[in-house]
C-alpha cells in the first residue's frame, strides 16, 4: 500500500499546488502534509483510545500524519489531533448539537465513530466507523446532518481529491 499512498499524496500535493496558484485571493491558505507518523507514534495512539485504528487510515497515517486546510478549512487528523483534548471535545460539541437528528439515519452509535477531520470555521466534522463496527471504516462527513458516506478511507480521500480539482477549475474560471 506505500506505492498507493505515495501516489495519492503526490496527486493531492500537485492539486493544492494549482489551488494556490489560482486562488488569487488567498481565499484557502494551502499546506502539505505532515511527515508520516512512526509505528510507536501510531501504537501510543491506539493504546490510547483503545482499541486498534482503521487498516487504511492507519496505513495514511505512516505516509502523512495529518494535513492541515487539506479540503478547504478541514483539516486531517494525525496523532497529535486525536490525543488533542480541546480539539476533541469541540468536535463532540458539534456532534452533540445534532446527533439527535442523525441518529436514527446514521447507523451507529457516536461512541462507534471515531473524528478524523474537522474544521473550526463552520460544522463539519468526518467520522470513521471503528474496526469493531459491522461496517468497519466508513468514513461519514457531518455537517449537522450526513453530507455524504465514502465505503472507506480510500474512497474519502480520493473524493477529496476531486472536490479540490474542482475548485481549481472555479478559480480558473474567475481568470
Not at 29 to 52: C, D, H, K, M, W
Not at 90 to 104: F, M, S, T
Not at 119 to 148: C, H, M
Request: with cysteine.
Amino acid at each position: 500500500m506505500k506505492e498507493y499512498w505515495q501516489g495519492q499524496i503526490k496527486t493531492m500535493i500537485q492539486v493544492k499546488q494549482d489551488l494556490e496558484k489560482y486562488d488569487q485571493e488567498g481565499l484557502y491558505e494551502q499546506y502539505r502534509p505532515e511527515n508520516g507518523a512512526t509505528e510507536e507514534e501510531i501504537r501510543i495512539v491506539e493504546r490510547s483510545l483503545g482499541f486498534t485504528l482503521d487498516e487504511q487510515y492507519r496505513d495514511f497515517l505512516k505516509h502523512a500524519n495529518g494535513w492541515k486546510n487539506f479540503n478547504h478549512t478541514i483539516s486531517l487528523f494525525g496523532t497529535t489531533q486525536l490525543f488533542d483534548l480541546g480539539l476533541m471535545g469541540y468536535v463532540n460539541k458539534l456532534l452533540n448539537e445534532c446527533w439527535e437528528e442523525i441518529e436514527e439515519t446514521i447507523g451507529f452509535t457516536k461512541d462507534e465513530l471515531l473524528p478524523i477531520a474537522a474544521t473550526s470555521e463552520n460544522t463539519d466534522v468526518f467520522l470513521i466507523s471503528k474496526p469493531s463496527t459491522r461496517q468497519s471504516g466508513v468514513v461519514i462527513w457531518i455537517a449537522g446532518y450526513e453530507i455524504e458516506r465514502y465505503k472507506d478511507f480510500k474512497d474519502f480521500f480520493s473524493a477529496m481529491i476531486v472536490y479540490n480539482r474542482e475548485d481549481v477549475e472555479y478559480f480558473k474560471s474567475l481568470e
